[in-house]
């Protein structure tokens, strides 16, 4: 078997960037929220403050651990509303064709002609701000490459032997979308949906970096970016560190989106076999 | 009910809508076949035999659809049933193979789901009883190690596994009626004899019938009783598979007959040319009138370009439909 960097490197990075956030309260050093202490603010990083502290001498550290949490609700959550959105829709237009094919067609194209941030914004607007927000507003507004891709693959797949073979064995259509469209598109429906957790974990960032996202003081790397911007010359710890950790799981999803697109192709699968 | 066949075909007309009119694909087809039966469908390509076995099992879709006649399953009408009627019929009763092994199994599954799938799906069984089942329909099928094998997907397989397996997933559910459209002509030969043989007789252990397609006549004579053959959209004749070799009653089955490689003879070992029937099946579009074997046939008259002949019943059995038959 190959060694597949990308699925290799890409998977670590993502999945170092969960574990941090679900061992945050072991591996911290102090409470994210409640230790400030000004006779620390501002540290450079040290032995002490791997990461440095903040005005309000917060642990960076401690803080960037944290906010792993929000980041990857965020993206997780909301990728997979987008996910079931577009592939139910992708799916039963592609297979159905006729008067429902329309309605998604057109439903997408809004979609796309409306730039996705643009549109949670607006939704943030509606709901206020905070983690249940987020989720509603960049789970509902980034569904429609997956959609796209179920539709047309529905499209080529229906067609196929097998799908036929079905259909004269009896099998309902509920049960030909979910037995045979289904599984057969589900590679790249993956890789996008890993591709758009990425895009997610990005947006979670630029909604908190505008006062959107989660409310301080609680840390969301966007919020951590946001609240260092008037430091960024004096204290530029305060944005390298969660910059950096956007910016490593981020990567880590493209990698891994590049990888699973490899290994969830069946003729390779049982080629390693 | 006792006493009337298990499939009845009654002057089936598919009617073909090209957008701007119909055309019939198939017309005046009668066919019926009893339990336990073997019936063989027989035709040059593009007769229309594909289209026959889609009416019976409710499948024809735009641009084809049923135009006219009757269709009866254990005396019910395919036609007057709902959707979901049809639908517990399909694969359960009534089962289906295909040409195409390589494509006709979903290749992101493993063989032994998809022969399970339908114990659950027409059965009701549970997935465990119906993973069992499976493993039983496997070995019915002679595929060796079925409980290792059920775990394969399709492509792990070869041409004629793949072939068992989906004659294993027609026959799950113990249907009535086999169609077999083309069912090996993907395979090379002894593969293919294999395969004939292992359908022919789990069918006859459990009395299936079977609704034969190919263009092969001998093929279709070997494993069948009776045989119809069908051109342009017609059944020109319908004789028992002895007859049929015996005393060709229509001009183009006499030409099919002569056509095919004797045992033995030199054309056998492809020394000599076979004899072929002169010109080509005409389009749906361009039927001729009257008889539409008369452009190719040797004894066509007048009354050949004018009138289609009508369906006669003859004396030794069967039925041809010829103005001079033999
Ligand atoms: N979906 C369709 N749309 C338009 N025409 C069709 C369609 N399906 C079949 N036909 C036409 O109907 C006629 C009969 O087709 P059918 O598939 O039944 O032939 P066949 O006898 O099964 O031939 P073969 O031996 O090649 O399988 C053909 O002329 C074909 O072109
Ligand atoms: S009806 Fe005439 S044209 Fe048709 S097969 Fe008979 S002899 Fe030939
Ligand atoms: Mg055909």
Redesign the interface.
């Known amino acids: 078997m190959k060694l597949r960097a990308n699925l290799v490197i890409g998977g670590s990075l993502f999945a170092l960037a969960i574990l941090v956030g679900l061992l945050a309260p072991w591996l911290a050093h102090t409470d994210p929220v409640m230790d400030a202490n000004l006779m620390n603010a501002e540290e450079p990083p040290s032995w002490t403050w791997w990461f440095g502290t903040d005005a309000q001498g917060r642990d960076i550290y401690s803080r960037v651990l944290y906010g792993a949490r929000v980041s990857l609700t965020v993206g997780i959550v909301s990728q997979l509303i987008n996910s079931v959105i577009g592939v139910a829709l992708g799916l039963s237009a592609g297979y159905f064709g006729g008067w429902w094919d329309d309605v998604v067609n057109a439903l997408t194209n809004l979609m796309l002609a409306i730039p996705s941030l643009i549109f949670a914004l607006a939704i943030m607007a509606v709901l206020g701000p905070g983690l249940t927000s987020l989720l509603i507003a960049l789970g509902l507004t980034n569904w429609s490459f997956t959609c796209r891709l179920a539709r047309a693959s529905a499209l080529s797949l229906r067609s196929?032997?097998?799908v036929?073979?079905?259909?004269?064995?009896?099998?309902?259509d509920a049960?030909i979308m979910i037995?045979?469209l289904l599984?057969?598109m589900?590679g790249p429906i993956v890789v996008i949906g890993t591709l758009g957790m990425g895009s997610a974990v990005l947006s979670e960032a630029a909604l908190s970096f505008l006062g959107l996202g989660v409310r301080p003081p609680f840390p969301s790397w966007g919020s951590m970016l946001s609240e260092a911007r008037e430091q960024i010359t004096t204290a530029p710890w305060l944005s390298i560190f969660p910059g950096l950790a956007i910016f490593l799981t981020v990567l880590g999803l493209n990698l891994l989106g590049d990888g699973l697109r490899d290994i969830l192709d069946?003729?390779s699968?049982?080629r390693r076999t | 009910m006792t006493g009337s066949p298990l499939l009845e075909v009654e002057d089936l007309r598919i009617d073909l809508d090209d957008g701007s009119r119909r055309v019939a694909a198939a017309e005046g087809v009668s066919f019926r076949i009893d339990r336990g039966e073997t019936f063989g469908l027989v035709g040059e390509s593009g007769c229309g035999k594909s289209i026959t076995a889609l009416a019976l099992?409710g499948?024809l879709r735009p641009p084809l659809s049923i135009g006219g006649g009757v269709i009866r399953f254990e005396g019910q009408e395919i036609q007057h049933l709902s959707a979901a009627g049809q639908?517990?019929?399909?694969?359960?009763r009534i089962?289906?193979i295909?040409q195409?092994p390589?494509?006709?199994?979903?290749?992101?599954?493993p063989v032994g789901r998809q022969i399970a799938?339908?114990f659950v799906?027409?059965k009701g069984k549970s997935w465990r009883e119906a993973n069992q089942l499976a493993v039983e329909a496997l070995a019915s099928v002679r595929v060796p190690a079925p409980e290792r094998r059920v775990k394969d997907?399709p492509?792990?397989l070869s041409g004629g596994m793949r072939q068992r397996v989906?004659i294993a997933?027609?026959l799950a559910c113990g249907p009535d009626l086999l169609i077999a459209d083309e069912p090996t002509t993907a395979l090379d030969v002894t593969v293919q004899a294999e395969i004939i043989e292992l359908m022919r007789n789990l069918c006859a252990e459990r009395g299936t019938a079977i609704l034969m397609i190919s263009h092969d006549l001998g093929l279709v004579a070997n494993v069948c009783r009776r045989v119809a053959v069908m051109y342009a959209g017609r059944i020109v004749e319908e004789r028992g598979s002895a007859d049929i070799f015996r005393a060709p009653s229509h001009p183009y089955t006499q030409g099919l007959v002569d056509s095919l490689p004797r045992l033995g003879s030199r054309a056998a070992h492809g020394r000599s040319r076979l004899k072929e029937i002169a010109g080509v099946v005409p389009a749906i579009t361009r039927f001729p009138d009257g008889c539409r074997f008369n452009p190719r046939c040797a004894q066509a008259t007048d009354i050949c370009r004018t009138t289609a002949p009508p369906m006669e019943e003859l004396e030794a059995g069967g039925f041809v439909r010829c103005h001079h038959h033999a």
């Open positions: 196929q032997g097998y036929q073979a079905a259909t004269v064995l009896g099998y309902g049960r037995t045979q599984p057969n589900l069946p003729q699968r049982s | 099992i499948l639908r517990q019929l399909r694969g359960n089962a289906m295909f195409e390589m494509t006709a199994l979903n290749p992101v599954s799938e339908m799906l027409h997907y492509h792990q989906m997933i027609a």
